[in-house]
């Protein structure tokens, strides 16, 4: 029928308005087609290898998706295994694993508990899958292996390793290993401390001596010394010659306080308020500590 009606048409030779029509279809018509090939990749495009279809859900619906990093029983075996060993050693206790390049009693897990493991806490895996990334720290952008430098020269008042050391290529091995499977470049949740909102009212170091007395001294000592048991610290010093330096990120307050809000007390993290949170970061980081080694 459609065609007798086209032919009809071509046989008059005249202009007749059902040729606007036709012309309109086949213009349609032709799109049609050359869009197949585009629609057929799309319907049949994968999301990331590393993404799970609960984390592309969330990505979906602007969430930050979650990640949960492995256990430490199935660390493999072989020389691999054996470099994440050591690096997870590094971590939980860099006084012994790597004291030649630590200036004051900290560990690294001090500041990322759980060995690194525990959201909130600025785990190794949430840190690791956004690197090389710019860091206004140091105008520039930063590899992995320059972030955990920046650590030991900071956090640990120390010398980083060199970036071929067998202390630095075993860090990168556990970081690597507990973000296996990860996203690379997304902002998991659970990564870094949780930002808090602005204080209510200003952060006050007298009202944080007063939360420190009743949270805080049972565990890190009336003049925040910390405690040590046979020579060690089993909870670090907040302030003075064994704690970070003041170029520390955890030197400022609004990192503080929102690292004591997540996390402590030890273990019942949350149940600070944010105003006392912002309250004994300021009271910390208002005592002595090392200074910042680029103003020497």
Known sequence: MILNWIKSLTQSRAFHPSWIVLAVLSIFGVAGVMALPALY???NAAPPAALTP???????????????????????????????LLGRNIFKNTQVYAKSFVGNGLNCVNCHLDDGRKADSAP???????????REKNHKVNTYEERLAGCFRFSMNGTAPAADSKEMIALIAYSFWLAQGAPTGVDLAGRGYPKLESAALMPDAERGAAVFAANCVICHGAA?????????YVFPPLWGKDSFNAGA?????????AFIRANMPLGQGGTLVQQAAWDVAQYLNGHDRPPDPRLK
């Open 41 to 43: 990749e799309a319907s």
């Open 54 to 84: 609960k984390m592309a859900a969330e990505m979906q619906t602007h969430k930050r998706p979650n990640f949960s990093p492995p256990q430490a029983n199935t660390i493999p075996s072989g020389e691999f295994g054996d470099a994440v």
């Open 124 to 134: 190794l895996w949430g840190a690791y899958v956004k690197y090389p990334a710019y």
């Open 224 to 232: 925040g010394q910390g405690t040590k048991i046979n020579g060690k």
């Open 249 to 257: 990120g955890m030197a400022n307050v609004s990192t503080a306080a």
